[in-house]
C-alpha cells in the first residue's frame, strides 16, 4: 500500500492478516446444535402466552399513562399555580419519557413475532402463526412476507448473492478501482462533504429504513429487480407457494390501518400521532439501529461477506460500507 493512499487496514487486522489467510469453518450447524444444553431447545406454550400477555399488558399500562399525561400537568398548573413555561417544559418530559418506553415497548412486540416466525415460541404452528401475525400486525410489519425473507437471511447471512437483508455496495458497483491502486482521489465523491443531504439520508433511513426495505427492498439484494416489495405476493422474493400467505399478510396490514384510520376520526389525529404514530417512529428506528449494529458488529476491525457459495470471501471496509476483495 502507498503512502498517499487515504485508506489503511486498522493494525488488529493487519496482524491477523500476517498469520493465515482466512479460512472457512468446517464447523457444522448439527455440531453447534449439539453443543446446545437440550432444555434450551424445548418450546413452552403456556409460557410463552404468559410473556406475550404479560408484555401487551405493559404496552397497555404505558398507554394508559400516556393518556393522563396532559390532565396530569393541567391538575398540576391549577393546584400549584406552575407557570405556562414550566407547564411546557414538564409536558415535553413526561411526551419523551412516554414515547421512549413505548417505543421499547413495540420494539418488544416486534421481537416477540420474531421469535414466533421461528417457531421458538411453541411446538405447535398454529399457536405461532396465530402469535405472530396478530403481533407483526399490531405494529405494521407484514408478518408472512417479513418471515419468507427473514429465514431466507438466516440460510445466507453475508452471503452477496443470497442474502436478503444488507448488501454493501462493491468497488464495481461504485466504479472504484483495486484497493491496491486508488488514491485518495478515487473517493472523493462519496466520501465528500455534503452536510445537508446527509443529514436527510440520516433521518430517512434511521426512521423510515425498515420500511423502505420493506416497501421496495430499499438496501436489500440488488439481484432483484426494482421495486420488489414485501407487499407484492408476486415478487421474486417468493415462491409460488407463498403467495396465498402474503396476500393474508396484505390483509392484516390493510385491517390495521383501517382499525387506525377509524381511531384517527374518532380521537383525532393528534391523539393518535401521540400514543401510536411517534412510538412507532421510534420503533423503527431501534429495529433499523439494532439490525444495522448487528451488521456492522467488528471481529478485530472486519466483517466478513461472501460472494459466493464456495466461500470466496470479501471483507467490508471503511465508513462507506464497501465490500472490498480480500
Known amino acids: 500500500m502507498?503512502?498517499?493512499?487515504?485508506?489503511?487496514?486498522?493494525?488488529?487486522?493487519?496482524?491477523?492478516?500476517?498469520?493465515?489467510?482466512?479460512?472457512?469453518?468446517?464447523?457444522?450447524?448439527?455440531?453447534?446444535?449439539?453443543?446446545?444444553?437440550?432444555?434450551?431447545?424445548?418450546?413452552?406454550?403456556?409460557?410463552?402466552l404468559y410473556y406475550i400477555l404479560q408484555h401487551l399488558a405493559f404496552t397497555y399500562a404505558f398507554y394508559m399513562l400516556g393518556t393522563r399525561i396532559d390532565g396530569f400537568v393541567w391538575s398540576l398548573g391549577k393546584t400549584y399555580a406552575i407557570g405556562p413555561a414550566v407547564g411546557v417544559l414538564l409536558r415535553s418530559v413526561l411526551w419523551v419519557i412516554y414515547w421512549f418506553w413505548q417505543s421499547i415497548a413495540f420494539a418488544g412486540i416486534w421481537c416477540l413475532g420474531h421469535e414466533a416466525g421461528h417457531d421458538a415460541l411453541s411446538p405447535y404452528p398454529l399457536f405461532n402463526a396465530v402469535a405472530g401475525i396478530s403481533l407483526h400486525t399490531f405494529i405494521l410489519v407484514p408478518y408472512y412476507a417479513w418471515r419468507v425473507t427473514h429465514r431466507t437471511h438466516h440460510k445466507s447471512t453475508n452471503n452477496l448473492e443470497r442474502d436478503e437483508t444488507y448488501i454493501p455496495p462493491t468497488r464495481k458497483d461504485l466504479k472504484l478501482p483495486d484497493g491496491k491502486v486508488a488514491v485518495k482521489m478515487d473517493y472523493k465523491d462519496i466520501i465528500e462533504e455534503t452536510p445537508a443531504y446527509t443529514l436527510f439520508k440520516l433521518v430517512v433511513r434511521q426512521l423510515l429504513g425498515y420500511q423502505l426495505y420493506l416497501i421496495h427492498n430499499r438496501k436489500g439484494n440488488p439481484k432483484y429487480p426494482k421495486w420488489t416489495s414485501h407487499y407484492k405476493p408476486s415478487s421474486l422474493i417468493f415462491k409460488p407457494e407463498h403467495h396465498q400467505s402474503i396476500i393474508l399478510s396484505d390483509i392484516c396490514i390493510a385491517s390495521m390501518l383501517t382499525i387506525l384510520g377509524v381511531w384517527t376520526y374518532k380521537s383525532g389525529g393528534s391523539f393518535v400521532w401521540k400514543h401510536y404514530w411517534v412510538p412507532w417512529l421510534g420503533t423503527l428506528f431501534a429495529l433499523w439501529r439494532s439490525f444495522r449494529q448487528c451488521t456492522f458488529i467488528e471481529d478485530d476491525g472486519d466483517v466478513v461477506f461472501f460472494k459466493n457459495q464456495q466461500g470466496e470471501a470479501v471483507r467490508q471496509v471503511g465508513s462507506a460500507g464497501i465490500a472490498d476483495a480480500q
Do not use: C, M
Open 2 to 48: 502507498q503512502w498517499y493512499q487515504i485508506f489503511q487496514d486498522g493494525p488488529e487486522y493487519e496482524a491477523r492478516r500476517q498469520k493465515s489467510t482466512f479460512i472457512l469453518s468446517n464447523l457444522a450447524l448439527k455440531d453447534v446444535h449439539a453443543a446446545v444444553p437440550k432444555h434450551l431447545f424445548q418450546r413452552d406454550t403456556l409460557k410463552s
